[in-house]
């Protein structure tokens, strides 16, 4: 069975200031990998998704992640963070096969203006 | 064309008793699931439905039912509900493994 890990409980960062959180995963095959982000009181919403290919995707608002299979990581990035981040963030590890998709515990992004 | 929908959104229960949370979709996707989140614990599955008709347990099924009761409807059932239980619920639909899931907007429960 796949694990995630996100070993950032709660990150704070000032406003345009760049961004990465981490993210490692348990796998004994390649997995599919997933950035959720959850606003307040709010559902999760996809950023990016990783399956196979370039190893660099691109997601919606900026984002961006890395998968790096030697590390076992596929960490989140953004350049220049804006007020408008401040959310809960969530790795996520699919299986390509069955349907146990594991979530990381989350980091919570905190932006100061 | 509404995603994923859940009712109710609030709702208190007292130890012992049951209820159901209904999640419905128009995506017309094949496979369902439902989550409970926790503080700290990011979201853990209870159950899955990979395509009408089928139903397999998650990491955390104990306590719980669900019904796939056509490609539309996923609900999960608290038979005898504890405090252990209080929590949030998210119900999500995705088309196949390789596309992403659509959550709802979540169930808050409290159990007293």
């Known amino acids: 069975a796949q694990s995630v890990t996100q070993p950032d409980i709660h990150i704070t960062v000032s406003e345009g200031a760049s961004l990465e959180l981490r993210c490692n995963y348990s796998?004994?095959?390649?997995?599919?990998l997933f950035w959720y982000v959850q606003s307040p009181g709010q559902g999760l919403q996809l950023l990016l998704k990783?399956?196979?290919?370039?190893?660099l995707v691109q997601g919606i608002k900026g984002f961006e992640a890395e998968f790096k299979r030697s590390q076992s990581s596929f960490n989140l990035r953004k350049p220049s963070v804006h007020w408008s981040d401040a959310a809960e963030y969530f790795c996520?590890?699919?299986?390509?096969?069955?349907?146990?998709?594991?979530f990381g515990p989350g980091t919570r992004l905190s932006v100061l203006p | 064309n509404a995603g994923v929908t859940q009712t109710p959104k609030f709702q208190v229960l007292k130890t012992g008793q049951s209820m159901t949370l209904q999640c419905a979709q128009d995506?017309?996707?094949?496979?369902m699931y439902w989550y409970r989140q926790d503080p700290g614990m990011g979201l853990r599955l209870i159950y899955y439905?990979?395509?009408?008709?089928?139903?397999d347990k998650g990491e955390v099924p104990n306590g719980y039912n669900v019904s796939r009761l056509n490609k539309r409807e996923f609900s999960l059932r608290l038979e005898s509900a504890a405090p252990s239980q209080t929590s949030v619920y998210f119900c999500?639909?995705?088309?196949?493994?390789?596309?992403?899931?659509?959550f709802g907007p979540g169930t808050r429960l409290l159990v007293l």
């Open positions: 996520a590890v699919g299986a390509n096969y069955g349907q146990n998709f594991v």
């Open positions: 796998y004994g095959a390649t997995p599919y």
């Open positions: 990783y399956f196979s290919g370039d190893t």
């Open positions: 995506m017309n996707h094949n496979s």
């Open positions: 439905s990979a395509s009408e008709g089928t139903t």
């Open positions: 999500a639909a995705q088309a196949n493994l390789q596309e992403t899931q659509y």
